[in-house]
């Protein structure tokens, strides 16, 4: 068996690229992901594409710079399933955890779901730190075409981009 090379680029995500991302979530999810577009022209949030050279994105994910003060909180990651295990999210964290960076800001946060453990090994292989728990909840499409509830219980993480090490989930400030 012989690796194969995948040479990535992450850019800002556009409208332009949202027919091509059905991967990553249902109608309505993509929908949601539209809205959030208007957000990043606002500038308060980042929304990335990990591209192919041909442009085509292969993991999406943003950073929302209101959530907690003084931190950048990713959300919405996600990896084409096929190449999954392949780098790709790792790529996208590390270009999130630059623009937060690049915003002055020292700390990344997200919640992961507690039933995920693959994902939350990924983000403690990169440094981040559990410090809490939260519920979360969003509307998704059921396979009978419903509209439902899923909730859920995430484990709180954080990162110290500055490299210092996490102090009790609060965002110790200099």
Known sequence: ????TLTLSVRDLTHDDLPSCGWSGSALHVAHVADELERARRGEVDYLAVCLPSGAPVAIGGVDYRVKEGAG??????VHPALQSCGIGTFLIEAAEQRIAARGL?????????D???????????GYVAFGRSPDAWDE???DGTLRRRETMCTDMAKD??????????????
């Open 73 to 78: 909180t990713l959300w919405q990651l996600a």
């Open 1 to 4: 068996m012989t690796g194969m």
């Open 141 to 143: 499409l059921a396979p």
């Open 116 to 126: 995920n453990p693959r994902a939350r090994a990924l983000y403690e292989r990169l």
């Open 106 to 114: 020292r700390r990344a946060e997200l919640g992961v779901e507690e």
């Open 161 to 174: 981009l500055a490299g210092d090490a996490v102090r009790n989930g609060a965002g110790a400030r200099d």
